[in-house]
Nanobody, 122 residues
Framework: QVQLVESGGGLVQPGGSLRLSCAAS????????MEWYRQVPGKQRDLVGR???????SYRESVKGRFTISKDNANNTVYLQMNSLKPEDTAAYYC????????????????WGQGTQVTVSS
């Protein structure tokens, strides 16, 4: 079983920074994609950014130049560095991992973290 544990959320003033972490544990053979989503109450969960196993990144337009996704392969951990935060970045942030569990099975499985709240307010 794979578990994702998120941390790093909190309250920050506009213009401030936070770094979210998402640590994946369990029987993982290979991680294909690591993503961050965010969701505000009453709205759909939106993709914030994506990091592929090949190192390619992509971001939603509203966070480009402010947010950066990175990973620590040794610890199967993905990070979301958020700079120049704005009140509209306030949301619950979730990580999602798509991974292969065995060398003998090419199937990909997805897992979600429990979410961490980010509040940007003065």
């Amino acid at each position: 079983q794979v578990q994702l544990v998120e941390s790093g959320g909190g309250l920050v003033q506009p213009g401030g920074s936070l770094r979210l972490s998402c640590a994946a544990s369990g029987s993982i053979f290979k991680i294909n994609v690591m993503e961050w989503y965010r969701q505000v109450p009453g709205k759909q969960r939106d993709l914030v950014g994506r990091l592929t196993s090949g190192g390619s990144t992509s971001y939603r337009e509203s966070v480009k130049g402010r947010f950066t996704i990175s990973k620590d392969n040794a610890n199967n951990t993905v990070y979301l560095q958020m700079n120049s935060l704005k009140p509209e970045d306030t949301a619950a942030y979730y990580c999602r991992v798509e991974c292969q569990l065995s060398a003998r099975d090419a199937s990909m499985y997805q897992y979600w973290g429990q979410g961490t709240q980010v509040t940007v307010s003065s």
